[in-house]
């Protein structure tokens, strides 16, 4: 009885080991780095804007960020600066006729 819960934990073993080599294996993609390279520079942000908020403004900010537990105001500027603007672009789209 002692040697059948031994195989069993083996086996298991077995199976995990087995399982984290096919995951280094899938891990390792032949991804050119230049191609890495371009799409890091590609994201870099270079261009620096400044907005001033009022009291009230600045407060509600602080609220929403506490509540929500955003810990960067600089991420959430961002996405809800882009969020209106591609809206606004989406709804604004050209048109043939």
């Known amino acids: 009885m002692l040697t059948l819960p031994r195989i069993i934990h083996a086996t298991a073993c077995q ?4 399982v984290a080599k096919t ?5 390792k993609a032949g ?3 230049e191609y890495l390279k371009k799409q890091k520079e590609a994201l870099v942000r270079r261009h620096r804007q400044v907005i ?6 600045m407060a509600a900010i602080n609220r929403y960020c ?3 537990r955003v810990s960067t105001k600089a991420a959430l ?5 882009m969020e209106k603007i591609l809206s606004g672009l989406d709804d604004t789209h050209p048109t043939l006729f």
């Open 31 to 33: 991804v050119d780095p």
């Open 77 to 81: 500027f961002r996405e809800a600066i």
């Open 15 to 18: 199976k995990v080991v087995s």
């Open 23 to 27: 995951k280094k294996k899938n891990i």
């Open 66 to 68: 506490d509540q929500y």
């Open 52 to 57: 001033y908020l009022n009291d009230s403004e």
